[in-house]
Nanobody, 126 residues
């Protein structure tokens, strides 16, 4: 199983980016996939996750209404559309996957995720 994240970059506050996570070795029809981020000096935190069997999604309170997670079955790719970016969104973003169909209260629990992408850096400037 491999996850390849891309799409990060430098953007001004208020701008948008779309992250992509190409998944190989897993289908996007079962299990749970998510986006996490880690800012310098901080712990890795959940941003948005999707339970693939029913597309049930969750968002961190800090990104709700600004970020959207989605998937493309044909491309076996998961996206994170990020709008209204803020300086506080600066971090390395990782996609992660697990074969488990996690309940919402567990979706941000890093220990459940077996597979991780390499991370893509998002830098938001003022």
């Amino acid at each position: 199983v491999q996850l390849q994240a891309s799409g990060g970059g430098l953007v001004q506050a208020g701008g948008s980016l779309r992250l992509s996570c190409v998944v190989s070795g897993l289908t996007l029809r079962s299990g749970t996939i998510g986006w996490f981020r880690q800012a310098p000096g901080r712990e890795r935190e959940g941003v948005s996750c999707m339970r693939l069997s029913d597309a049930n999604t969750i968002y961190a309170a800090s990104v709700k209404g600004r970020f959207t997670i989605s998937r493309d079955h044909a491309k076996n790719t998961v996206y994170l559309q990020m709008n209204g970016l803020q300086i506080e969104d600066t971090a390395v973003y990782y996609c992660a996957a697990t074969p488990r169909n996690l309940i919402k209260s567990s979706m941000f629990a890093i220990l459940y995720y077996n597979y991780w992408g390499q991370g893509t850096l998002v830098t938001v400037s003022s």
